[in-house]
């Protein structure tokens, strides 16, 4: 069964640092997203991406952050300065466009911890 | 997105059907349920969805009431696996107008499955 994958599984990184993570969405997806969940809390939307532009972001999504499709098959989602508090469980998950299907497919999440 | 109401917690013995409530008493006319399930730090996972017909899968069952103010999950045979957060989740879906492809997650219901 096709699934989402991420890389890396957990990236240790300092205050202030940029850090990429990295997503390869099931291959005939052509919507993309980025959730993430602090220890403990919910899980939260931060943007959707379809056609190579954000279609949704929520008001975690600020100018720290971006996303892109680099080619074909990854999706990443940058961080330009981290902070502590951005410290958590990053998901990357996709969905299909077809008929009224909209499930979306998680992938196992990158566990960023910023010292 | 209509706001949803699940109990925090619920046990279940092993091999038995697992019934899980979710309140949706604001739901609008073009807004789906669907339900998704976290195991312990994994991604979510997609379990089922409907609009106003009972839907059975692989996975469960769902029924929705006749007025959609609330529906109910049924793991028909639960299992140890199946120990996981329950989020029910409504939001505008398919090919209505104003559709949406982002999850708001709540707290969900945490399941547990006894031996």
């Known amino acids: 069964e096709p699934e989402v994958t991420q890389t890396p599984s957990h990236q240790v990184t300092q205050m202030g640092q940029e850090v990429i993570l990295r997503c390869v969405p099931i291959s005939n997806h052509l919507y993309f997203y980025w959730y993430r969940q602090i220890l403990g809390q919910k899980v939260e939307f931060l943007v959707s991406f379809y056609n190579n532009e954000i279609s949704e972001k929520s008001e975690i999504f600020d100018d720290q952050f971006s996303v892109e499709r680099p080619d074909g098959s990854n999706f990443t989602l940058k961080i330009r300065s981290t902070k502590l508090e951005d410290s958590a469980m990053y998901f990357c998950?996709?969905?299909?466009?077809?008929?009224?299907?909209?499930?979306?497919?998680f992938g196992p999440g990158t566990r960023l911890t910023v010292t | 997105d209509a706001k949803t109401t699940q109990p925090p917690s619920m046990d279940c013995a092993e091999g038995r059907a697992a019934n899980l409530p979710c309140n949706h008493s604001?739901?609008?006319?073009?807004?789906?349920v669907y339900w998704y399930r976290q195991i312990h730090s994994q991604g979510p996972q997609y379990i089922i969805h409907g609009l106003k017909n009972n839907e059975t899968n692989e996975m469960a069952s769902l029924i929705i009431t006749e007025d959609r103010k609330s529906s109910t999950l049924i793991l028909p045979h639960a299992t140890l696996r199946d120990t996981a957060v329950y989020y029910c989740i409504v939001r505008v879906g398919g090919n209505y107008g104003g559709a949406t492809n982002k999850l708001i997650f709540g707290t969900g219901t945490l399941l547990a499955v006894q031996p």
């Open positions: 998950a996709s969905s299909a466009t077809s008929g009224t299907i909209y499930e979306q497919y």
């Open positions: 604001t739901i609008s006319g073009n807004e789906y």
